[in-house]
Structures are given as C-alpha cells and as structure tokens.
C-alpha cells in the first residue's frame, strides 16, 4: 500500500517555559485509505505529533515526508498549495469562518484551488453537505448552527478538494455523547465508501478501537503499534 | 490564481462589521471633503483674485522710478573705503517721472508680435470736489480706447459709457467707491484740483467698479489732453506705459528686454504684486498642512480598526491559512480592505466635498475685502478631485499594509495550539 505521509526519527522540542522533549524518535507510515487512530493520555505529544505530520508544525527535527516530499524543503507558497489540494483538517474546535453561510465555509478551500467554475463548485459543496447531512442549513450563517452541525460543516469543507488525508484533532472532543456518535460514524463512513485516508486524535477508547489502527503514544514514544 | 475567493472574503469581512466600516469610512471622507472644499475656496479665491489683477494690471508696466535717489557728490571727491560720508535727508532731484520719446517707445512696442495692447498714460495726485465734499484720487490720462483694450474696462461700467470720455469735452470716469465718497451720479459736474493749483471743471460721463478695493475708492479715468492740462505739461508728456501681452508666462522676459532697451524700469505684474503672491504660497502651505494632518489622522483610524480587526480574525487567518490560502493572500484580503474603504469613503467624501461647495459658490457673501465679490468664487479643477482621491488612497493603503503584513506573518500552528 501506498504511503501517504512517513515520518523518521522525528524529534520536536519545547523551549518555553523550559526545554521540554516532545516527541521522541518517531518512526510513522500511514497508508492510503487507512483510518489510523493516536492515542494516548493527554500530554503525551498527540496533537504536537499530529501538527508536525500534517504540515502545520515545521519546527522538528528528523524528516517529515509527504508524498516522498519532506515537508520542510517547500516554501510557504507551495506549502499553502499542498494544504489546499491534498490536505483536510477537522479540530476540536470547529474553526469555521463565523461571519460566512455553512456553504461558504464549505466552497472556502475550493474557491482557492479554483479548478471548478463558482457554480459547479457550489453543486459539489452543496453534495458534501447533503453527504453529511445539513444540506438544509446550506445558507445558515455557522454561528446559528449547533455544535454537530458545526462539525459537520467543518468535515463538508475538509472534503471538498478531495484531499490525499484527512488530519481531525479531537473531532468529537467538544461534543456531547450522541453527536459525538454522528460525527465519529460519518469519518468512519468516510473512510469505508469512499476510502478516504484519515489520521485521528483522539482520547476516547470507545472511538479509537473502532479505527483501523491505534498509535499508542506515551510520553512522546510510540509504545505499541499493530501494523494493518 | 483566482482572485474571487479573496474578494468573497474581503466583502463579507467589510459587511459583517457594518459599524466599523462606516467608522473609518466616515475618517477617510471627512478628510477628503475638507480637501476638496478647502482646496476649491482657497484657489479659488486665489485665482480669481489673479485673474481680477491680471485683468486690471498691466503684464507690463514701465515707468521712471522717481524715487532713485542719486548718490551723495561727496562721494567722488572721497574714497568711500577710507572716509566715513553721512549725507542725511537726502532729497529727490527735481526732476519730472517723465518718459522721454514716450510716444515713439509706444509705437515701437506696438510693432512686437508678442504684444497685444499698448497704453501709453499719465497720472497725477488730485483734489476731487462736489459741493463740500472733496476728496483726493489719482487721475489716470489714458487713451480711452487703447485702455479698455488693455484692461476691458467697458464690462467693468456700472453707468455711463468709456465712449464718453472721448466724445465730451473734459470728462471724467470715477471709481465706484470714489464716486460714492464724493457723492457724484453720472453727468454730474465736479471740480478737479491738481497739487500744480490747476483746476478743471470735469463732467461725470462712467462709473466704474472693477471688484479691487483699492483701486475703485481712488482712480479716476480722464483723457491725456486732459490731464497733461490739469497738471500743467506739454502734449508730449507721459509717465507710463503699460502692456498687456499675448502669453501672460512671457512677461517676466520681455519686461527685463524692454528695461535694457528702453532705459526705464519695465516691471512685470508678478513683481508688481509680490506681496500678495507669498501671501498665497503660505496659504497654500498652510492648506495643504491641515489636509495632511486630518488624512494622517484617518490614516491612523484605519490602521487601528484594522489592527483591532486583525486581532478578532486571528482564528479566522489561521483558518484560512490550514486550508491552503497563502501569506500573500491573507496580505491582500486586508491590504483591499483598507483600499475598498479608502475608495468609497474617499469618493463619498469627495461628493459630499462637491456639493459643500456648490452650495457656497450659490450663497452671497458680498465679501468686502481687498477685492470684493458677490459670491465666494470656488475653483472646481478636476484635478483636486483626483489628487483628493489619490492621497486618500495612498493614506489609507500606507495605513492598510502594515497591519495587512503583520496578519500576513500569523502562523496558524500558534493559534491552533492556544485553543
């Protein structure tokens, strides 16, 4: 299977307040069409090990490789295209544009990739959204929206550059039991249908054994793996 | 690269925050408007007040300098280096203002392509008197018609006609505020009294009133034969030539030819007016000062609501940042903030600066100073409004990119984290 991102002997450190080892010599394939889960208890490094794979974090030491290409070496304007065309991101918090509809948010990332005319795109976020459901709330400005709803909307916008990866931190992290519920299936939905490549972080058992995968993170290491 | 998704952005930002827009749009416009109307009053009256002395002095005007006074003969029986000479109260030499071929100077004049109009004339100091009334003027001996070519004294007649003076014997145009001082209507007689004792019966045949002050409460208008009479000289006699010219900018070069070649001084109307032409140069400074200052001061309310906005969209730029906008994106989404509001406050403020001046120009001022005029005369140039716009769109661009560049610098990683 195809690698999508493969880190070696990856290394991060804090400076301040003290200088702290984060992450220790991580060696990490994730394959093509895998829903990979990290985890581990919390000040373990995995949202740092997630920011450093996913391009947002270049402050490492060790390589980074995405698609074979060591993510360092880019300059910021071709960095900004390989998150736009390659890249999703889902937070915790649901980091949408506040004062845009659910649609806009959406259509954002394509607008700047601008492959599709306007209103083709706007058919195919408008599909996203029916995908996860809130087709309904398309012309909602995201602030009337619930906190599901929300998330939704930030997975619709994740998807609609049909990205190599899906990066979701804590996706489910401010959300009650039962959304929290919705919003898991649908990634897992994802990846089943559509073989969408996702790599979560997440604390939460009950979630993560559902995954392909479980990267067990503890104080920086990678302490258990099963290989899929 | 499609510029699209930025406007999107850069339109729902601006229209989202309603009031903050309107804020520093209404900076941007104020200092435009003060521009445009203190701009348009101030040149305006500048220029009308340089086309009234265009219009009423000679681009050229050469005369004897009587007040040349000749150094001490002392001083050629001693070496001024190694002997002290104090002459005090040194007096002015008997000797008349008196042009010399002033006639012939007059035709040769005339024979210049460049010029348009020659006036040859004479004045003097007078009594004006009407019953008990007497009041002193100066009495201009012009040749009425070569005059009116010069200076279009007919469109400035209140009453009576400039054709008058040639066709009544011993008559005489007074200036309005001369006329009124005295109390004299048209075709009235009045005496005139020269400082020779000279005097002359004179029959009121024009009033004049040109807008300068100064000049309508003293001159008079009387013919050469006239005034050579009253002041007691032969017909040769003239004080002063003035010269009107085809291109008002070749004044200053003909005016140093005709003093070398003629011997007289020859002064152009800028040096005649000089005064006044500083006076402008330090109203403009003053202008142009004030405008500066009200556009540094929106310059500065632009760059604070943006900073401030900046700061409440930082989860928004690191938003726009993780789904692949660039840091030259994120540049521009604020940089054309800045500008949209730096060109729709400015073109506001330049319409709002219009009709301010509009409706001035439309009310009476009868403003009574050294030129007096109905109306406030408002210079309406185009090209204040460009310049107007262009400085506000420079100001607000300046103001625009530094915060612009700072949003540009936000790594997306440090927001994302401190959440």
């Known amino acids: 299977m195809k690698k999508v991102i493969e880190a070696k002997h990856l290394n991060k450190y804090f400076y301040k307040p003290v200088e702290f080892h984060?992450?220790?010599?991580?060696?990490?394939?994730?394959?093509?069409?895998?829903?990979a889960a990290i985890v581990g208890p919390s000040g373990s490094g995995k949202s740092t090990l997630l920011y450093a794979?996913?391009?947002?974090?270049?402050?490492?030491?060790?390589?980074?490789?995405?698609?074979?290409?060591?993510?360092?070496?880019?300059?910021?304007?071709?960095?900004?295209?390989?998150?736009?065309?390659?890249?999703?991101?889902?937070?915790?918090?649901?980091?949408?544009?506040?004062?845009?509809?659910?649609?806009?948010?959406?259509?954002?990332?394509?607008?700047?990739?601008?492959?599709?005319?306007?209103?083709?795109?706007?058919?195919k976020a408008m599909q996203k959204?029916?995908?996860?459901?809130?087709?309904?709330?398309?012309?909602?400005?995201?602030?009337?929206?619930?906190?599901?709803?929300?998330?939704?909307?930030?997975?619709?916008?994740?998807?609609?550059?049909?990205?190599?990866?899906i990066f979701c931190d804590e996706p489910t992290g401010n959300l009650d039991s039962k959304n929290a519920m919705v919003v898991?299936?649908?990634?897992?939905?994802?990846?089943?249908?559509?073989?969408?490549?996702?790599?979560?972080v997440t604390h939460d058992d009950s979630f993560s054994s559902k995954t392909d995968r479980q990267i067990q993170l503890l104080d920086g290491k990678i302490i258990d793996r099963e290989t899929p | 690269m499609n510029r699209f998704p930025i406007l999107k952005i850069v339109l729902t930002h601006l229209t989202s925050r309603k009031r903050q827009t309107i804020v520093s749009m209404l900076g941007v416009t104020f200092g435009i408007t003060v521009f445009i109307f203190q701009a348009g009053v101030i040149t305006g009256l500048q220029d009308f007040f340089i086309e009234k002395t265009?219009?009423?002095?000679?681009?050229?005007?050469?005369?004897?300098?009587?007040?040349?006074?000749?150094?001490?003969?002392?001083?050629?029986v001693y070496d001024a280096d190694k002997t002290w000479i104090s002459v005090?109260?040194?007096?002015?030499?008997?000797?008349?203002?008196?042009?010399?071929?002033?006639?012939?100077?007059?035709?040769?004049?005339?024979?210049?392509?460049?010029?348009?109009?020659?006036?040859?004339?004479?004045?003097?100091?007078a009594i004006l008197k009407l019953g008990v009334a007497d009041i002193s003027g100066i009495i201009n001996g012009v040749n009425v018609r070569k005059e009116n070519r010069l200076f279009d004294l007919e469109q400035d007649m209140v009453s009576g006609s400039i054709i008058r003076l040639e066709t009544?014997?011993?008559?005489?145009?007074?200036?309005?505020?001369?006329?009124?001082?005295?109390?004299?209507?048209?075709?009235?007689?009045?005496?005139?009294?020269?400082?020779?004792?000279?005097?002359?019966?004179?029959?009121?045949?024009?009033?004049?009133?040109?807008?300068?002050?100064?000049?309508?409460?003293?001159?008079?208008?009387?013919?050469?034969?006239?005034?050579q009479k009253l002041m007691n000289v032969t017909g040769s006699y003239i004080t002063d030539i003035k010269i009107k010219l085809e291109n008002v900018e070749r004044s200053g070069t003909l005016a140093r030819e005709f003093q070398s070649r003629f011997g007289y001084t020859a002064e152009d109307w800028k040096e005649a007016n000089e005064g006044i032409f500083s006076v402008f140069r330090i109203?403009?400074?003053?202008?142009?000062?004030?405008?500066?200052?009200?556009?540094?001061?929106?310059?500065?309310?632009?760059?604070?609501?943006?900073?401030?906005?900046?700061?409440?969209?930082?989860?928004?730029?690191?938003?726009?940042?993780?789904?692949?906008?660039?840091?030259?994106?994120?540049?521009?989404?604020?940089?054309?903030?800045a500008l949209i509001i730096g060109f729709i406050g400015g073109l506001i403020g330049l319409l709002i600066g219009f009709v301010f001046s509009w409706i001035t120009s439309i009310i009476p001022t009868n403003i009574e100073g050294f030129v007096s005029s109905e109306y406030l005369n408002i210079n309406f140039d185009p090209a204040f409004y460009l310049l107007a716009l262009v400085f506000g769109l420079v100001a607000t661009g300046i103001a625009g990119y530094l915060p612009a560049k700072k949003a540009s610098k936000i790594d997306p990683i440090n927001i994302i984290r401190s959440q």
């Open chain 1, 22 to 35: 984060v992450l220790k010599d991580i060696d990490l394939s994730i394959y093509s069409g895998e829903f």
């Open chain 1, 53 to 123: 794979l996913s391009s947002l974090d270049r402050e490492y030491e060790g390589e980074v490789l995405f698609n074979d290409v060591e993510l360092k070496t880019l300059t910021n304007q071709k960095l900004a295209y390989l998150r736009n065309r390659s890249i999703g991101f889902i937070f915790q918090f649901h980091y949408l544009l506040a004062d845009f509809t659910a649609l806009d948010n959406v259509m954002l990332p394509g607008l700047k990739l601008g492959e599709l005319p306007p209103e083709e795109l706007k058919e």
């Open chain 1, 129 to 165: 959204l029916d995908l996860l459901g809130i087709a309904d709330q398309a012309m909602k400005k995201v602030n009337r929206l619930s906190g599901g709803q929300q998330q939704r909307v930030s997975i619709a916008r994740a998807l609609i550059n049909e990205p190599r990866i």
């Open chain 1, 184 to 200: 898991f299936d649908m990634l897992k939905n994802l990846t089943r249908e559509y073989d969408q490549t996702i790599l979560m």
């Open chain 2, 54 to 76: 265009i219009n009423s002095t000679a681009h050229i005007h050469i005369y004897q300098d009587k007040n040349q006074k000749s150094p001490p003969v002392l001083l050629d």
């Open chain 2, 88 to 125: 005090p109260n040194i007096k002015s030499k008997e000797e008349l203002p008196k042009l010399k071929r002033g006639l012939q100077i007059v035709e040769i004049l005339e024979s210049y392509p460049e010029v348009t109009g020659v006036s040859p004339s004479l004045s003097t100091q």
């Open chain 2, 168 to 227: 009544v014997n011993n008559g005489i145009i007074l200036g309005s505020g001369l006329a009124e001082s005295l109390g004299a209507i048209l075709n009235d007689n009045i005496t005139v009294v020269s400082p020779g004792g000279v005097a002359l019966q004179m029959k009121v045949v024009g009033i004049l009133d040109t807008g300068l002050r100064d000049l309508d409460n003293n001159r008079a208008y009387s013919s050469i034969r006239n005034t």
């Open chain 2, 283 to 337: 109203q403009n400074i003053v202008t142009y000062l004030v405008i500066i200052s009200i556009l540094l001061v929106s310059g500065f309310g632009i760059f604070n609501i943006l900073s401030m906005m900046i700061y409440e969209k930082m989860n928004d730029i690191a938003i726009l940042k993780s789904i692949g906008y660039t840091d030259v994106d994120i540049r521009n989404v604020f940089l054309l903030e």
